[in-house]
């Protein structure tokens, strides 16, 4: 028997299952993907190119460590979600207050670490405006303690099949986002610096509403010593699974950082267009993420349930959606290019290269459509790891070999065609993957056998 907002996610019609459940959580990242591409609409407005270029470095660097907080984040996922599958509410309860406890000390050690290294990271990048780019990742650091607490509350409702508290909160918080950037952008002119301080007051909102719910729902999460004590055997088994998660992410935007560093050598318009390109794309993609997060917790209720054969459906099922959106989205792109990155700025410069990027690189959203799912089988299962070596070899061994080749030969559109071709490298490997059968197994039940 499950309580209001969880959902048992191991019987039903799959088709039927996972767009109730997945929806809103692709609804959740069209608002949160507003958070980034707010801030530069608005600050492109009042600042032009030299904003949005700030923007988009220190965006690139606070991507990593958001990306970072999921990853750990998402062990805790997998583990909730198997132990919910499995009914096995007192293990579920001790993997909920380790993650809670774990991700606020790891959000105190990320703000730390992006304040003081600001300065050398940007550096780093070779990012043009780096006085605003400065102000704003600084100020964005110290939001990064509720960015983990939320991430880790939110785990543990999507880990129970709850994905519409999580949307009830972002919808809010993205709201008073868009409202504090139009005034500290607008009448305030703080430029930067008021997109930044709107983007971490409406994080910590979100933390401050997490937390409110969690504690008025019985069973799930207790503020309590005893509750948050995090236990070494569920903080390893956390870790296991999340740091490859982790790994993953930040592979993949170490990937991106050397794509924008090559970018920055074409001078500031190329760099704010790619920033105006990386928000369309983002936007793209994040219902092949969110369907792909879906299909993770769905995928890891179904193994600790022992359901192997529910559990390959779910993965097929939800492959053919992203499929279709991503082949949607590459057409609505190519037709509408122009007109998406005018939204932005009205520097045709920068629309220019914006549109260029776009109409390259959109093409990779097919390979993302296909891989990512492959991955959520594997994450589902605990195979972090082969997510991260899959993610390292499309990052890394084609992404930045690709980008420095093809940037040689043919400059600015030869390193946009390698980012668009970088993703296909993770297909086979996926499809490998699932031909193997060794995600059959459940975390939650270490002797069950594939049925």
């Not at 993953?248 to 001078?267: D, E, R």
């Not at 949607?328 to 290269?353: G, M």
């Not at 070999?401 to 030969?409: G, I, N, S, Y």
């Not at 390193?415 to 197994?441: D, F, Q, T």
Request: charged share 10%.
């Amino acid at each position: 028997m499950t309580t209001t907002g969880e959902r048992d996610l191991t019987q039903g019609n799959v088709w039927r299952q996972i767009l109730i459940y997945a929806m809103p959580m692709v609804i959740t990242s069209l608002l949160q993907a507003l958070y980034s591409m707010v801030d530069t609409i608005i600050v492109g407005q009042f600042m032009g190119s030299a904003g949005i270029s700030a923007i988009n470095n220190s965006g690139q660097i606070l991507n990593i460590v958001t990306k970072i907080a999921i990853g750990v984040t998402t062990g805790g996922n997998i583990i909730i979600g198997q132990y919910y599958g499995a009914k096995d509410l007192r293990s579920r309860h001790q993997a909920s207050g380790t993650l809670f406890s774990l991700s606020l000390l790891c959000g105190l050690a990320a703000a730390a670490g992006l304040y003081f290294g600001a300065s050398p990271l940007l550096g780093i990048l070779g990012a043009p405006s780096m006085a605003e780019a400065m102000a704003y990742l600084q100020i964005c650091a110290v939001g990064m303690v509720p960015v983990f607490g939320y991430n880790a509350l939110a785990a543990v409702l999507r880990g129970v099949g709850d994905s519409r508290t999580p949307l009830n909160i972002i919808l809010l918080s993205t709201l008073v986002n868009l409202g504090l950037d139009v005034w500290l952008v607008g009448p305030m002119q703080m430029g930067v610096s008021g997109a930044a301080l709107a983007t971490t007051i409406s994080q910590l909102l979100s933390f401050l509403l997490a937390l409110g719910a969690l504690a008025r729902r019985k069973g799930l999460m207790e503020f309590t010593p005893t509750f948050l004590r995090m236990r070494g055997a569920m903080m390893r088994m956390i870790l296991r699974l999340g740091i490859p998660s982790a790994l993953q992410m930040t592979i993949a935007g170490i990937s991106w950082l050397v794509v924008t560093f090559l970018i920055n050598q074409y001078g500031m318009d190329v760099s704010a267009g790619n920033g105006v390109s990386i928000r369309i794309k983002d936007l793209c993609q994040l219902f092949i993420s969110a369907m792909a997060s879906g299909a993770t917790t769905m995928i890891a209720q179904n193994l600790g349930a022992c359901k192997f054969d529910r559990a390959k459906q779910v993965m097929y099922t939800c492959m053919k959606i992203t499929v279709i959106m991503a082949a949607a989205s590459i057409v609505l792109v190519q037709l509408t290019a122009p007109w998406l990155a005018a939204a932005f700025t009205s520097d045709q410069a920068v629309i220019d290269a914006a549109v260029l990027n776009l109409r390259i690189e959109i093409f990779g959203q097919i390979f993302y459509a296909i891989f990512m799912v492959y991955h959520a089988l594997a994450i589902g299962a605990g195979h972090s790891t082969f997510a991260m070596l899959s993610s390292f070899c499309n990052c890394i061994l084609v992404r930045v070999v690709l980008a420095f080749t093809l940037d040689h030969f043919f400059g600015i559109p030869g390193l946009y065609l390698a980012c668009a071709i970088a993703p296909s490298a993770s297909v086979p490997l996926g499809w490998l993957y699932a031909r193997s059968n060794v995600w059959r197994r459940s975390l939650a039940k270490p002797g069950a056998r594939g049925k």
